[in-house]
C-alpha cells in the first residue's frame, strides 16, 4: 500500500501564489509516476501536472507558465507551485502515484486532497 500525504492548501487572492507538498510512504516501487490532480465543485477530476516515462513534465494547458511541478525522489515527495492564482484554479488538488513494473500499471495511489481557494 501507498499513503500520499499533501499540505499547502489554502485561501490566496488572485494573482497569489501557493506550494503544494505531497509525501508519499510504502511500498513505492522504483519505477513510479507522480502528479497532481485537481477537482471543482461539480466537475470531474483533471490533470494539473506530472511527469512522464521520459522524466519530463506534462502540464494542463490552463496552467502552462503558471505552475510548476517539480519531485525529489529521495524523499519520494512532488511539488507544485502555484504563482498567478486565477479564480478558476480554486478546486481541491489531488496528489497522485502510479507504480510500474516495466509497462504494466500495478496501481494507482491518490492522496485526501487539499482544497485551494482564489477568492479576493
Known amino acids: 500500500q501507498v499513503q500520499l500525504v499533501e499540505s499547502g492548501g489554502g485561501l490566496v487572492q488572485p494573482g497569489g501564489s501557493l506550494r503544494l507538498s505531497c509525501a508519499a510512504s510504502?511500498?513505492?516501487?522504483?519505477?513510479?509516476?507522480m502528479g497532481w490532480y485537481h477537482q471543482a465543485l461539480g466537475k470531474q477530476r483533471e490533470l494539473v501536472a506530472k511527469f512522464t516515462s521520459s522524466g519530463s513534465a506534462n502540464y494542463e494547458e490552463a496552467v502552462k507558465g503558471r505552475f510548476t511541478i517539480s519531485r525529489d525522489s529521495a524523499k519520494n515527495t512532488v511539488l507544485l507551485q502555484m504563482n498567478s492564482l486565477k479564480p478558476e484554479d480554486t478546486a481541491v488538488y489531488y496528489c497522485?502515484?502510479?507504480?510500474?513494473?516495466?509497462?504494466?500499471?500495478?496501481?494507482?495511489?491518490w492522496g485526501q486532497g487539499t482544497e485551494v481557494t482564489v477568492s479576493s
Open positions: 497522485n502515484l502510479r507504480n510500474m513494473l516495466g509497462s504494466t500499471n500495478m496501481g494507482d495511489y
Open positions: 510504502g511500498i513505492i516501487f522504483s519505477t513510479n509516476y
